[in-house]
Nanobody, 120 residues
Framework: QVQLVESGGGLVQPGGSLRLSCEAS????????MAWHRQAPGTERELVAM???????DYADSVKGRFTISRDNAKNTVFLQMDNLKPEDTAVYYC??????????????WGQGTQVTVSS
């Protein structure tokens, strides 16, 4: 099986920064894409940023210019650098990955989530 474990969440003041990490482990043959999502209370989960195996990135309009997604392929880890945080960024942040466990089998896997709270 595959496990994704997030870390780096916490409480930060508006304008501050946080860096989230997500490490994938287990039976990994190849990682196609990794992404960050978030879900605030009473809202649907939304895609925040994604990065594919070739390194191309995409972001939600609400975070463009403030968030940066990156990955360390050797460590099967994806990062989300969040700068100039706003109260509306408060949410539980989830990591996901489309991962092959062998040459033909793949699934989307999810982490358990990490809380980010932006408040003064």
């Amino acid at each position: 099986q595959v496990q994704l474990v997030e870390s780096g969440g916490g409480l930060v003041q508006p304008g501050g920064s946080l860096r989230l990490s997500c490490e994938a482990s287990g039976r990994i043959f190849r990682i196609i894409q990794m992404a960050w999502h978030r879900q605030a209370p009473g809202t649907e989960r939304e895609l925040v940023a994604m990065i594919n195996s070739g390194g191309s990135r995409d972001y939600a309009d609400s975070v463009k210019g403030r968030f940066t997604i990156s990955r360390d392929n050797a460590k099967n880890t994806v990062f989300l650098q969040m700068d100039n945080l706003k109260p509306e960024d408060t949410a539980v942040y989830y990591c996901s990955g489309y991962i092959y466990t062998d040459t033909t089998q793949w699934n989307q896997y999810w982490g358990q989530g990490t809380q980010v709270t932006v408040s003064s």
